[in-house]
């Protein structure tokens, strides 16, 4: 539920700018349509409705466009480190940071789970509330349907509606009367109904009866209550929004605008339909809805209609027009596609947990994966290969125990934590948004594939990792804390009952054990590691140095930043100092500007460019708020 109040708040966020934003740019775009036939209008504005709900939601899924530039710098924000292959242990070298793009601005903000469980349930009531007005709009189709009859049509009519249909080369379309409804109207997408009150009927004469009829078979050429039903679900969730109103009051505009250019090139001329109009609105209650219904008098613009009949524009060719407007729709995709790099990322800070006990923790239930699950894999051979003399048997065991979520293979998992053999590369995880999983810490073993199975068990397994922070093997002590980090269905905040644990291996001898504390620390983004983690800033090592400032990037508590300048300015390693300079641009406090206008002439390129970025970003923070 926590996840699912995130993604709904990150969506109603960015759809609050970004609506209004596509917009703009689509009412702009459209003028340059303004010669073209209203059909292509249409068209634009269909897809601007489309882009109004695939926008925020791209964005609260955590999608964002990679612009690639020619300085690996202008990456705005850092992504969790993955290691690289290994290196002999006594050189001192450690895996580099592989940074990421694509990560979306994040915005944290304090709540309680029954705070967010309440903008889940009420966005979902509100949705469902217009899904129900839908219906209704449904019904009362349904029920015109009803009430119609060709039972009485004069002969005029049918005869209209005979040569309508001839004209616009349509077989299967009734022209039926009602004496409930109101407005000439179309219905159906299958075998389409053009509905005509009783007093359309009777008092219409004829060129006004030719030009209501010859509009409705315009509807049911081009598909047009199909068109609407279309908009009408896909505005659904974003119908809370003003300009959500406004987009649907333009497609309408200019579909029937595009009916009426078809009418006047095929049926009647324009002076007799602007006439036909005038006379079809002294017949009918003009304001009258019938669900999803069309009526030759959507979009309320009656009187803009008359005028552009009046006027008698010439259009462009319809090549011309058709390449203006792939291009025109071309600019307000890519334009959108450039508004989701700018989104923001909801992330809640949970005000009320408190450390977690580990017995309250493994109480808690794990919902299995079933379409993960080896089903032709006994569980007896599972332990049996757990525990096989062959070190790439034992690691595909481990991968197999992980996906198929087997939680009584924990404790034999945990007992191999300090297996440390070296490995063949396994792919166990693929796809989804757990990328770390991927790939390896300190080298492909069973050990670390025991981890990662670990890993995906989340709030079970999460007891006994931490009873490992305190084992005797050092391997076992890096590979606990690393699975903490990469602990899954469990928040940053229920994690922080191992921050102690994880705070008294930054002081460990092993480097490798610092490196993969920090890690963890990071993810678990609980800032009483703030201090700990700003004294590994002078660890011996230049990679746990550079992990523990890539955490403090994590963290963004001011308290780091002047220990984070001063690493910029003086640490030897230019990894450090880029990672520093980085750090400082997530934190976004102005108090960092000194130590970062300093580093925009450090001598090492990347250092300079990642330096000018975090200046762009704290003056672009503070121009905004």
């Not at 004469?205 to 209501?212: F, H, I, K, Q, R």
């Not at 509807?219 to 505005?235: G, M, N």
């Not at 049996?384 to 924990?410: H, M, S, T, V």
């Not at 008294?504 to 993969?516: F, H």
């Amino acid at each position: 539920m926590i996840r699912a109040g995130e993604f709904v708040l990150s969506f109603l966020l960015n759809s609050l700018w970004q609506i209004p934003a596509i917009c703009m740019v689509t009412f702009a775009s459209a003028y340059l349509l303004k010669n073209c036939g209203a059909q292509y209008r249409h068209v634009l504005w269909i897809v601007a409705s489309a882009l109004c709900l695939i926008a925020p939601l791209v964005s609260a899924a955590g999608f964002r466009p990679a612009f690639p530039s020619g300085n690996e710098a202008s990456t705005p924000v850092a992504s969790r480190p993955v290691a690289a292959e290994p290196q002999a242990s006594n050189t001192g070298e450690m895996p580099a940071l592989n940074r990421s793009a694509n990560k979306n601005r994040q915005i944290e903000f304090n709540a309680t789970p029954k705070l967010i469980q309440l903008a889940v349930v009420g966005y979902a009531l509100f949705i469902l509330l217009c899904s129900v007005r839908l219906a209704r709009q449904w019904i009362t189709n349904e029920r015109l349907k009803a009430s119609v009859t060709d039972v009485g049509l004069p002969i005029r009519v049918e005869t209209t509606a005979m040569y309508c249909r001839r004209l616009f080369q349509l077989k299967h379309v009734n022209v039926v009367r009602s004496n409930t409804a109101r407005v000439p109207c179309t219905l159906g997408v299958r075998r389409p109904l053009i509905v005509l009150p009783d007093s359309f009927c009777d008092n219409a004469n004829d060129e006004t009866l030719l030009s209501v009829i010859a509009h409705e078979m315009t509807h049911v050429q081009r598909r047009d209550f199909l068109t609407k039903l279309i908009c009408e679900c896909i505005s659904l969730p974003i119908s809370f929004h003003p300009f959500n109103a406004f987009i649907k009051r333009q497609i309408e505009r200019e579909r029937e605008l595009a009916c009426d250019e078809l009418v006047t090139r095929r049926a009647v001329v324009r002076e007799t339909y602007a006439r036909s109009l005038l006379t079809a609105a002294d017949l009918a209650m003009v304001g009258a809805r019938y669900g999803t219904a069309l009526s030759i008098f959507d979009g309320m613009t009656l009187e803009k209609r008359i005028k552009q009949l009046v006027e008698n524009r010439v259009p462009l060719s319809r090549r011309t027009a058709r390449r203006i407007t792939i291009s025109v729709i071309s600019v307000v995709c890519l334009s959108t596609l450039a508004m989701s790099a700018f989104a923001f990322e909801l992330r809640a800070k949970l005000n009320t947990l408190s450390p977690i006990i580990p017995a309250v923790v493994s109480e808690q239930p794990l919902r299995l994966d079933p379409s993960a699950v080896d089903t032709g894999r006994g569980e007896q051979q599972l332990r049996k290969e757990l525990e096989a003399p062959n070190p790439q048997e034992r690691a595909r065991a481990a991968c197999a125990a992980g996906r198929k979520r087997d939680l009584e293979a924990i404790p034999t998992l945990i007992g191999m934590l300090s297996d440390d053999t070296k490995t063949e590369s396994l792919r166990c995880w693929e796809g989804g948004r757990w990328t770390p999983a991927l790939d390896t810490f300190k080298h492909a073993s069973p050990g670390e594939e025991a981890a990662l199975a670990l890993a995906s068990m989340g709030r079970a397994a999460f007891p006994s990792l931490v009873n490992q922070l305190d084992n005797s093997n050092a391997t076992a002590r890096r590979n606990a804390a690393w699975a903490i980090g990469e602990l899954t269905n469990m928040l940053p905040a229920e994690r922080t009952g191992a921050t102690t644990g994880l705070v008294a291996l930054l002081n460990d001898a092993d480097a490798w054990v610092r490196m993969a504390s920090a890690r963890a620390l990071g993810e678990l983004r609980d800032q009483r590691a703030t201090e700990s983690l700003i004294g590994t800033l002078l660890d011996s090592n230049w990679q746990v140095r550079q992990m523990a400032a890539w955490a403090l990037s994590e963290l963004k508590d001011d308290r780091a930043v002047n220990a984070l300048g001063s690493a910029l300015l003086s640490d030897s390693r230019p990894e450090v100092r880029r990672v520093a300079a980085e750090a400082l641009g997530e934190i976004r406090s102005a108090e960092a500007l000194p130590f970062l206008r300093q580093a925009a002439n450090d001598s090492e390129a990347s250092v300079s460019a990642k330096a000018h970025w975090a200046i762009a970003e704290i003056e672009g923070t503070d121009g905004l708020f």
